[in-house]
C-alpha cells in the first residue's frame, strides 16, 4: 500500500483514512472498520490508529496491508540524503536502509520504497521521522 503526503506551506499536513468492507451499513456500528489519522510536520510523519475493528482484523480483509511507499511531497530538507527511521509508535525505530530513501531536492519530495520488509502495517499506530 502506498501513502502520499503533501506538505501546506507551513511544512505541515494531516489527514485520516477510513477503511471498512465497503458492503455492509452498519459497519460503524459493529465496530468493524479502520480509523487512522496522519499528522506529518518537517520532521515527521505519525499514522495514529485511531479505530480498529473489534476482536481485530480479519483474514482476507485489509489486516494484511503493509506500507510498501510513502511519499512526502514540500518537503525541505538539507544537503545529502536523509536518514530515515520508521516503527511503531511505542516502539524502537530501525532505519530504513539508504538503498530504499529517495530525496529529489529540486522538487522537494521524499520517498521510501520497498517498505514491505520492514513490517509496517496499517492496523498499527507508526511514526516516521527523517533528519
Do not use: K
Amino acid at each position: 500500500m502506498g501513502l502520499l503526503v503533501a506538505m501546506d506551506d507551513s511544512s505541515a499536513a494531516s489527514g485520516t483514512l477510513f477503511w471498512d468492507d465497503g458492503e455492509d451499513v452498519d459497519s460503524i456500528e459493529r465496530n468493524d472498520y479502520l480509523f487512522v489519522n496522519f499528522t506529518a510536520s518537517s520532521t515527521e510523519l505519525v499514522c495514529n490508529v485511531d479505530a480498529i475493528p473489534l476482536g481485530g482484523p480479519t483474514t482476507g480483509h485489509w489486516a494484511a496491508l503493509r506500507y510498501g511507499t510513502v511519499s512526502v511531497y514540500g518537503l525541505a530538507l538539507g544537503t545529502g540524503t536523509p536518514t530515515v527511521r520508521a516503527g511503531r509508535v511505542n516502539g524502537p525505530l530501525q532505519t530504513v536502509s539508504a538503498s530504499r530513501v529517495q530525496y529529489d531536492r529540486d522538487n522537494q519530495v521524499l520517498r521510501l520504497t520497498d517498505l514491505q520488509a520492514m513490517d509496517l502495517p496499517i492496523t498499527e499506530s507508526l511514526r516516521f521521522s527523517w533528519t
